[in-house]
């Protein structure tokens, strides 16, 4: 019999897809999906729901595309978007094989940010989905925050009183020697981002000042808002006001991308996605290159999702400002996820008196397994003056007010120099900060977990950061960051100078040995049998 | 904002088996339990015989978000006004005590004053001394 194109082409294709399905049992038999606990009574019918949200965390593909180099936004992003292409074509068409797909599985959105899916399931939908090939982890979509019934200024309030003048933060930070002898670096022409409860952007001091806004819970572009107030004031300790009345703001020529995210772990992740390319065209220099992130996630069995999507941030060239944490009051190692990540610019918080504050998270870190130096250093978090939703301005304290500082930081730093990378601001900011020493002795080198290397210096960092650049450009050779800095710190400027390392791919691949950091165990499909 | 919450004066067993078991504890269930426990911060007139009774934590939480009343019933022969707080999820990293309030109609009974207690989440108990123009409030236990 004469065999057609389409013949051809069907046994080609059956036969891959045997090949495929060989694969995938050798792969199942290796490692089984795992589980998110909270999902088990679901798929055991044991609850009243008919259906719910998870996410589907996909291994990587068998023909995975080569890994692109490190902050080249253009490659990074055609990689992510290429390997989310193949990994799904794999995992829906088995779905599809087995009757699944739109019927059990109704996937709602992909993330190319961690190679995920979102899908609504059903009991059998989720037993489905569990044995499907090329699947690694599935995670209840958990709620991150509920929607404020009650929240929000009083009208009465009024502008502070306390507003004129200097605030205490900003010569903590040395932000008054940069007004002073700096004037021209106020962040002009540097894009940073934020994602959190949204931000007013009607709000006197912040008009003009929100590039883009992105409603993750939509999907779409939208006029910003805020749900609570918790972001307007966040924007407004990164961006607000100005450098002659309205003294709130760290870099308050920088423009930002904001989101509004913080509703469920979709959303975040669709929000950090949504960062790393605003406009959808990856042609334009739209990205943030520095985002604040006053949140944490803490619950789910491990946090790898965001740990992917903090680690293709880092890759595109963007530096993930995260707060510690607000559990020092709990002690030692109380560092909250998902802050512990080696890319994270950790910050912790101090006082007016310039102490760390009691309820700043302490380090060290855990991720997956070992230790990390977290925090990283301090910025200003108690009692911090900034907008609030309806043109008025409040007081708040976190560490949620203290990362915003950071990421005003690194806008001025890119605007002295727009060509360092993340770690390279990283490393600026760790090198220059104001060394502290608690008397317990815990110090390991330079870093100690309360701290870490010390209070964020902007003036010192913007100095070393103006002298690199001078440098650089002027082809002299510099040895040690040390001749420039009155901290006795040391940074080896060949970092600064050399090309970015190459990208290991399995950074942005799931792990299933992310046991040991504190949430609760995996479990497996074997989980669904009653007992 | 003042937000007015229709009180569950019928079928209240029924209403409260509904909200225990099908709308709490739900597979996506979010709603958060604390040993912070809560204090009547503030009490004022509003408009056409309401009160406002602002709650709030007596303690700082570590992840802060403004609560909402989940359940409130009044027994009008105890003049008792039972209120339970509802704490959703909070990713937010700012420590503060949470905030709340309760905005009620007054009965008939009790617009021209009067005495009322208020137990907050079972555990709480205080006097609330309605006067013309004046309002006390006291923790009885």
Not at chain 1, 1 to 23: F, Q
Not at chain 1, 202 to 221: C, N
Not at chain 1, 442 to 471: C, F, M, S
Not at chain 2, 86 to 91: D, E, L, M, S, V
Request: aromatic fraction near 8%; charge should be negative; include cysteine.
């Amino acid at each position: 019999m004469k065999m057609t194109l389409r013949n051809r082409s069907w046994r080609k294709l059956r036969l891959g897809a045997a090949l495929v399905l060989t694969l995938s049992i050798n792969l199942q038999a290796q490692a089984a999906v795992m589980i998110d606990p909270d999902l088990v009574p679901f798929g055991r019918g044991e609850t009243d729901a008919e259906s719910v949200f998870v996410i589907a965390a996909m291994s990587a593909p068998a023909n995975e595309p080569p890994a692109p180099t490190r902050y080249d936004q253009l490659a990074v992003l055609a990689f992510l978007r290429a390997r989310l292409y193949e990994s799904w074509n794999n995992v829906a068409g088995h779905l599809y094989q087995t009757g699944h797909l739109e019927q059990t599985v109704r996937p709602v959105a992909a993330h190319w940010i961690n190679n995920t899916f979102t899908a609504e399931v059903t009991p059998d939908g989720l037993r489905a989905l569990a044995r499907t090939p090329g699947i690694a982890k599935i995670y209840f979509n958990r709620d991150v925050l509920e929607e404020p019934t009650i929240n929000g200024p009083n009208p009465d309030d009024g502008p502070d009183p306390e507003l004129v003048g200097m605030p205490y933060d900003f010569p903590e930070m040395g932000l008054d020697l940069v007004m002073k002898e700096m004037p021209q670096i106020t962040g002009k022409g540097v894009v940073v981002g934020a994602i959190d409860t949204g931000v007013d952007g009607h709000h006197p001091a912040l008009q003009g000042k929100i590039l883009t806004f992105f409603d993750a819970r939509t999907g779409q572009i939208t006029e910003p808002y805020d749900r609570d107030d918790h972001g307007t004031h966040t924007a407004g300790t990164i961006v607000g006001g100005d450098r002659s009345r309205t003294l709130i703001g760290v870099a308050p020529e920088a423009k930002l991308v904001a989101s509004a995210a913080l509703s469920s772990y979709d959303h975040m992740l669709r929000a950090m996605e949504f960062m790393l390319d605003p406009d959808s065209d990856p042609n334009t220099a739209d990205m943030p290159r520095a985002i604040n992130n006053s949140w944490n996630c803490e619950g789910a069995p491990d946090v790898e999702l965001f740990y992917k999507a903090i680690s293709a941030w880092e890759a595109a060239g963007i530096l993930p400002v995260f707060s510690a944490g607000n559990s020092g009051r709990r002690g030692m190692g109380t560092i909250t996820k998902p802050h512990e990540h080696p890319f994270v610019l950790a910050v912790g918080a101090t006082g007016p008196d310039g102490r760390i504050a009691d309820f700043s998270s302490r380090g060290p870190g855990r991720f997956r397994g070992q230790n990390t130096q977290k925090p990283d250093l301090t910025a200003p978090g108690v009692d911090i003056e900034s907008t609030m939703p309806g043109g008025t301005f409040g007081k708040m304290s976190g560490t949620s007010m203290a990362a915003p500082h950071i990421t005003g930081a690194a806008a001025l730093l890119l605007q002295v120099d727009p060509a360092l990378t993340p770690i390279q601001l990283k490393e600026l900011m760790m090198a220059t900060a104001t060394p502290m020493s608690e008397e317990d002795g815990r110090d390991e080198g330079n870093w100690n977990p309360h701290y870490g290397v010390g209070k964020t210096n902007i003036y010192r960092a913007l100095q070393a950061a103006g002298e690199i650049r001078r440098r650089r450009l002027s082809g002299s050779v510099i040895d040690l960051m040390a001749t420039i800095l009155t901290s006795p710190r040391e940074i080896v400027v060949s970092k600064f100078l050399a090309k970015p390392p190459k990208l290991d791919i399995a950074e942005l691949a799931y792990s299933t040995d992310t046991q040991g950091d504190g949430g609760p165990d995996w479990a497996t499909s074997a989980d669904f049998e009653k007992p | 904002m003042h937000k007015k919450v229709r009180p569950w004066r019928m079928h209240s067993a029924c209403a409260y088996f509904f909200l225990v078991t099908c709308l709490i504890p739900s597979m996506a269930s979010t709603a958060q339990t604390t040993s912070t426990s809560q204090t009547i911060s503030g009490v004022s007139f509003g408009d056409q015989g309401s009160i406002r009774i602002d709650l709030e934590d007596t303690a700082e939480v570590e992840n802060a978000c403004d609560f909402s009343i989940g359940q409130f019933e009044y027994f009008s022969r105890l003049q008792l006004l039972a209120i339970k707080t509802y704490f959703g999820p909070c990713a937010v990293d700012r420590i503060a005590k949470r905030k709340g309030h309760l905005g009620w109609t007054l009965p008939a009974e009790l617009r021209g004053g009067g005495v009322i207690y208020a137990l907050i989440n079972d555990k709480d108990l205080f006097e609330i001394s309605l006067k013309e123009n004046k309002i006390t409030t006291r923790l009885v236990q």
